[in-house]
Nanobody, 122 residues
Framework: QLQLVDTGGGLVQPGGPLRLSCAAF????????IAWFRQAPGKEREFVAA????????YYADSVKGRFTISRVGAENTAYLQMNSLKTEDTAVYFC???????????????WGRGTQVTVSS
């Protein structure tokens, strides 16, 4: 079974950058999607971005378009989320997940990382 380990969170000032990593232990098929979701206190888990493993095609939530970039390095079996121009409203626990279909809802994703806290504050 695939295991995902998401890391890279921390405290960053508004406007600053941060890069998250999602290391996969196990095989990721080319047709699969790796996605990032986030969950702020008292809110539902929301879609941030996704990438199709084989083609590298990317998908973004409107709230992060132009600021966040999802990528993957197949040889490292790792996906990344580069976050720039961070805002206080980006504060949340960020999770990576693997799914066999693209979805903006959490339910189709089968494996999840434990999450990494991102706090944007001055």
């Amino acid at each position: 079974q695939l295991q995902l380990v998401d890391t890279g969170g921390g405290l960053v000032q508004p406007g600053g950058p941060l890069r998250l990593s999602c290391a996969a232990f196990g095989r990721i098929y080319s047709s699969a999607f790796i996605a990032w979701f986030r969950q702020a206190p008292g809110k539902e888990r929301e879609f941030v971005a996704a990438i199709r493993w084989g083609t590298g095609r990317t998908y973004y939530a409107d709230s992060v378009k132009g600021r966040f970039t999802i990528s993957r390095v197949g040889a490292e079996n790792t996906a990344y989320l580069q976050m720039n121009s961070l805002k206080t409203e980006d504060t949340a626990v960020y999770f990576c997940a693997r799914g066999v279909e693209l979805s903006c809802t959490p339910s189709p994703y089968r494996e999840w990382g434990r999450g990494t806290q991102v706090t944007v504050s001055s």
